[in-house]
């Protein structure tokens, strides 16, 4: 029997279904019925892999209704869908197209479904982004004070105290949510026990990186967007680079990676070397942070905290 796949193009309303190889296609409303319609079709294709794109928050209940529904479901990067259209010289978009082409793409690639976090992650997760979000906030009006006159300063100022007061709020929230979680609590002491590490990025890495501890060093990095990748054509070598991935989660890294490289004796060490021997400070860096996400993988793996002996 052939590999039945399903390619899902996530609208505000609708959701446009591709079935290959038979090239069945159809849509569903974007609402209760409309999931449980959905899933109830997909069952009886028996599917190889379903995917939908990543679309700022519009997938997460329709992924959620599939993989309560026993379908293996992937959540795509929609960037690699959009160059592997180029690559298809496809042009036209339309939701009935776009889902043609993830079907196609997950065909061609193949990628592993996971299984997607649980509500409470899924809410740490926001909680954390919300975080993010108003830390942005607070630094965009910080430049802006700067430019601004006497007049709008003191609009500035009190949006300012409005966004700490919300960051204080939040934090209490994230802090209860780790608190009351014994799991999660274990696993942010275990990673706060690193030099570099603090509380942020370990709350970080639990909400937006639930694979730590569970993929090895090299399929770890490439979720963050740190392992390295190789420009090579013949005989000409290009300049190897790192991208894709998690940017929230490698942004969290780079700054545990220059806390690390001043106050983590393992850490110091190894990027003192690397720029001794001629590496660009930027690179060596990457290379911290790098080090660092494979050190913090293990420590999650083994339940064991840090000591210089065992990094």
Do not use: C
């Amino acid at each position: 029997m052939d590999a039945v796949y399903v390619g899902i193009d996530v609208s505000k309303d609708r959701l446009d279904a591709h079935v290959l190889p038979t090239g069945e296609a159809f849509a569903v409303a974007r609402n209760g019925e409309g999931v449980a319609e959905l899933v109830a079709r997909l069952k009886a294709l028996a599917p190889t892999l379903v995917a939908l794109e990543a679309t700022g928050g519009f997938e997460t209940i329709v992924a959620a209704g599939l993989a309560a529904g026993a379908l293996p479901v992937v959540v795509v990067n929609p960037a690699q869908v959009r160059h592997f259209a180029q690559a298809l010289g496809q042009r036209a978009k339309t939701d009935p197209i776009d889902a043609a082409v993830i079907a196609r793409f997950v065909e061609a690639t193949r990628p592993a479904p996971r299984p997607l976090p649980d509500e409470t992650t899924r809410l740490l997760a926001d909680l954390v982004a919300r975080r993010r979000q108003i830390v942005e906030m607070m630094a965009a009006e910080g430049q802006r004070e700067r430019r601004a006159d006497k007049r709008l300063k003191k609009s500035i100022l009190r949006l300012r105290r409005a966004l700490e007061k919300e960051l204080h709020e939040i934090d209490g929230e994230i802090d209860d949510h780790m608190r009351g979680t014994p799991a999660w609590a274990e696993k942010e002491d275990l990673l706060a026990s690193v030099p570099g590490v603090g509380p942020v990025i370990a709350r970080t890495l639990i909400a937006e990186l639930p694979e730590l501890g569970a993929l090895g060093r090299r399929e770890i990095a490439a979720l963050a967007g740190l392992a390295p990748y190789t420009r090579q054509s013949g005989q000409w070598r290009g300049r190897s680079f790192i991208g894709g991935g998690r940017k929230s989660v490698r942004s969290a890294l780079f700054i545990g990676a220059m806390v690390a490289a001043r106050y983590n004796p393992v850490l110091k060490a190894f990027r003192d070397r690397l720029v001794e021997s001629g590496k660009p400070k930027v690179l060596a860096l990457v290379a911290v942070a790098r080090k660092l996400l494979t050190i913090l993988n293990a420590i999650i793996r083994d339940k064991k905290p840090w000591t210089p002996e065992t990094a």
